[in-house]
């Protein structure tokens, strides 16, 4: 789904973007533009980043 409509980016782009190593909003912002013209989609990527951030760290756990 699209969650930033002022650039584009979609919920798997920005998981992508966590899953290559971002892991705080101003990463995102800056690589991906997401809260940095209107800032609708602020609380919703800030929720797409704390649960993927959780499950890597759950699966790192599980692996280790």
Do not use: F, P
């Not at 789904?1 to 912002?29: F, N, P, R, W």
């Not at 533009?33 to 499950?55: F, H, M, P, W």
């Amino acid at each position: 789904m699209y969650v930033c409509i002022c650039h584009g980016v979609t919920d798997k782009k920005i998981e992508a973007s966590i899953e290559a190593g971002a892991t705080t909003m101003k990463q995102l912002s800056t690589e991906l533009g997401v809260a940095s013209q209107c800032g609708k989609c602020a609380r919703v990527t800030k929720k797409i980043l704390n649960d993927k951030l959780y499950e890597l760290a759950e699966n790192a756990v599980k692996v280790a």
